[in-house]
């Protein structure tokens, strides 16, 4: 100490050094290693940074290193605290934790790039982090992500374009998750100047509407029991069960989620929901319609796509989607005399048939140009 008071930077620098491997690996008694302990500790106040640093690199990656002196060197400036935070294996999962609620951004990227990162870290970085934090964790393998962290840095985080494109690519993000992430998508998209440019305001709007509708249908046909009521629950919360949706899954025999949907919004066990799509009459069917919320001119319509879902799901040469759609069409379309609300519903199934029919067409056209190559 009385040579340090008069030693160049540099030269304590060494010493620091050196004077942290020796508390590592030489045999010392008792004594000695309190006395380097407390030079150690006394180092720490140092004014040179790089006297700091030596210290840190020579106690950072070890768990000989002593405990206060780590935690001390985690909240030094972040070249000396990169020393440790991202590497000591002292600092526990609570540690790291109040580290990354109590530091800032470049203290939350430090620990989002450990070897390893636990849930519960994981979990705070997700809660608290900021885009380039939480981009760091993403793209680190040690990252024990959970499907509860993926889904809030969804929510807080879906207007990044980098953080989408990250969590679209993990196959265990959850479908609601999943949803916000493509709503926010279109939103940009239906903000973009170059589309509006391209498109026309109106038409751009109308056709990420539908592109919006159509991914929304395809997850609600994957999703498990384990995604179902988170699924359901946040497109309840952003008001897409709508009666165009619920018609667009019924036609498309989206059945789980369908029964699901309607298990929400007429507050009915989901059980007792599939018995009567499946066995029940046609007032009964039209009575669950209505504890659902829809209005009796709509129910109606339901009531005869149900009828004829269950007649295409047993028929071994349905054509599914196509046959429920054109014989709802032309029923309703005969009728003398229709409701507003099931002329516009029917509108909606004669114009997904249309789309269907266009998508089913470019399909075989492309198998026929890859047969003909």
């Given at each position: ?81 990169a ?74 985080h879906?207007?990044?374009a ?7 690519e993990?196959?265990?993000l ?22 509006r ?6 038409r ?33 919360e ?47 069917i ?62 909606m ?15 075989y ?7 003909a190559?």
């Open positions: 100490m009385r040579w340090a008071e008069k030693a160049k930077a540099s030269e304590r620098a060494k010493a620091a050094n050196a004077l942290g491997r020796a508390y590592l690996h030489s045999t010392m008694d008792a004594h000695e290693r309190q006395a380097a302990l407390l030079a150690m500790t006394w180092l720490l106040d140092d004014p040179s940074p790089k006297v700091r640093l030596a210290l840190a690199q020579a106690l950072g990656g070890t768990e000989q290193a002593p405990r206060a002196l780590i935690l001390s060197l985690c909240l030094d400036q972040p070249e000396i605290a020393e440790v935070i991202g590497r000591s294996p002292i600092l526990s999962d609570i540690d790291l934790v109040d580290l990354a609620a109590r530091g800032d951004g470049v203290t939350r990227a430090l620990i989002a790039s450990r070897y390893v990162l636990t849930q519960p870290v994981c979990a705070a970085i997700a809660e608290i982090g900021d885009e380039a934090e939480i981009e760091i964790m993403l793209a680190n393998p040690g990252a024990i992500v959970t499907r509860h962290s993926l889904r809030r840095i969804a929510e807080r879906a207007g990044s980098i953080l989408r494109d990250m969590l679209l993990r196959e265990e959850p479908l609601d998750a999943r949803h916000r992430l493509a709503l926010s998508l279109s939103e940009a998209l239906g903000d973009s100047d170059l589309v440019n391209i498109l026309g305001a109106r751009s709007e109308r056709l990420l509407r539908e592109a919006c509708e159509e991914a929304t249908v395809a997850l609600a046909g994957i999703a498990d029991a384990s995604d179902m009521d988170n699924l359901i629950d946040h497109l309840a952003q008001e897409f069960l709508t009666p165009a949706f619920l018609m667009q899954a019924l036609c498309l025999g989206k059945i789980d989620f369908f029964a699901a949907a309607v298990s929400h919004l007429s507050s009915l066990q989901e059980k007792r929901v599939r018995s009567i799509l499946a066995d029940g009459r046609w007032h009964a039209r009575a669950l319609y209505e504890a659902a919320g829809l209005a009796r001119e709509m129910s109606e319509v339901f009531v005869e796509a149900t009828l004829e879902w269950r007649r295409q799901s047993v028929d071994p040469h349905s054509t599914g989607f196509s046959a429920i759609a054109t014989r709802l069409v032309d029923r309703f379309r005969s009728r003398k005399t229709i409701g507003e609300l099931s002329s516009q519903l029917i509108d199934v004669e114009r997904l048939h249309f789309v269907e029919q266009r998508q089913s067409a470019r399909a056209a492309s198998f026929l140009t890859v047969e190559a």
